[in-house]
């Protein structure tokens, strides 16, 4: 496969997408970024040329990727238009953003979203990345469906609906998630408790939803309806935003499981 | 070391429990279980004897273990004390109750509490439990941290108020993010997409925060401030208690990060 692709951003998800790419004998022509010297590390480590000029980006790539922020990619595809042909294949890496930010600019366009968080100083693993792509002409989404098989063993073909309603679930599995870490966090230690202690609970957790849908996997007082425990619960948690939100958590479970 | 323990419950903490002490040489003399088809059925595997009556719990252990219920953990102590001795050395096992609960009845009171939730046919590697331990008295607090060290790498010294705020926080990593996924679940799901294209990014999060501070960690619309994200998620939901959770927990990250 001689496939090319050119690489619009140098950003955490850039890098890691085009290391796995060039890991995978896809050629990048080019890495841009605004910062030359940002473009220039990327660039080194995958061949590339680095440029900073989206005037000097060039037509021969049979893919161009942008992965820029959600912000950027309407302006980034305005001025790209002026330099690739209208029919070339271009598609951004967002999971908020709507493929139809292109629609303006390139005939052939579409998305290609790695549903992970990057760090720059930590390796990626991308075959366990899963990848949601979209176009909503048919012989392109099979072009990007290859196009992300080649790094990831979950690609999935995932429409602007769709994405959005991922992207969402998303916030409640990972944001979200991590809010409630950090009041468990906040809780151990006022109470001199390493919270280490909790680490295992959380692994099992995640372990647990991995065979059964989280619903049948719920415990706890509210899925009990344990009453006094929650209230010596509420009766414990002094900072007023544990308190509202535990009671609104605990109302909810309650009425999932024990509704009339 | 020849110590014996006589466990009181034959559930699933109790079988988990006493599979790990017998595996490291500690003599189960009996397990007491109101069905006594449940005790026999853990008294086989680890050679005790099966009883299912608490007159005929044998005076001779070194240390009891009440491993039942919340609700029967009084009223199991209650009966207790009227066949072995008040200066033995009995524990409970719960997250939630006072140790206190056995002061009316044995001088030599405390508490064994494996942080961890058990599911009777999934096999436990004890080595990764967290155990805390209490005793008022110091030298039945390093009997309890021993026989804890036998089993599990990781013991602590856990007092009433300690282990109180610990069974809360657990409530939060535990019980409610599993709620969390619950609701990314139903969207997934709702959207026709697999759940487990979120699997990936689940097991980062907590990879995450085994090295740094949850809050430390936190990403999404709220931690930026990307209040158009946030209306769009809130425009998309429309079922009201997901809707309600969202905005309240955006609330909060929002003034965590961004308090003037």
């Known amino acids: 496969m001689n496939t090319s692709v050119s690489i619009i951003g140098a950003g955490r998800l850039a890098t890691h997408l085009a290391a796995a790419l060039a890991g995978k004998g896809i050629i990048i022509p080019q890495i841009f970024s605004r910062q030359l010297s940002k ?6 480590k995958v061949n590339a040329e680095a440029i900073n000029d989206l005037k000097a980006v060039n037509d021969k790539s049979d893919f161009y990727i942008i992965a820029v922020s959600d912000d950027a990619i309407y302006e980034v595809a305005h001025q790209l238009q002026h330099v690739i042909s209208s029919d ?15 629609v303006p600019f ?3 366009y579409g998305v290609f979203y790695p549903l992970q968080s990057f760090s720059l100083d930590k390796a990626v693993d991308f075959r366990h990345v899963p990848i949601g792509v ?23 073909c995932i429409d602007d609906h769709q994405r959005a309603e991922l992207h969402l679930a998303a916030v409640f599995v990972n944001n979200f998630t991590n809010y409630l870490f950090h009041i468990g966090h906040d809780i151990t230690n006022k109470a001199n408790l390493p919270f280490s202690l909790l680490m295992p609970l959380i692994q099992q957790t995640v372990e647990k939803i991995k065979l059964s ?23 414990q948690l002094e900072v ?15 009425q999932l499981y024990h509704k009339k």
């Open 39 to 44: 473009a220039a590390i990327l660039a080194q």
């Open 88 to 102: 070339k294949l271009v598609v951004h890496t967002s999971g908020a953003a709507p493929s139809t930010l292109l």
């Open 106 to 108: 390139f005939r052939n």
């Open 134 to 156: 979209y176009s909503p002409i048919s012989q392109n989404e099979k072009l990007l469906f290859s196009l992300g098989s080649l790094i990831s063993q979950q690609v999935q």
């Open 213 to 235: 849908p989280p619903v049948d996997m719920q415990t706890g007082p509210a899925r009990r309806g344990d009453h006094s425990t929650i209230q010596r619960h509420l009766s």
């Open 240 to 254: 007023e935003d544990y308190k509202s939100l535990y009671e609104l958590i605990t109302k909810q479970i309650l």
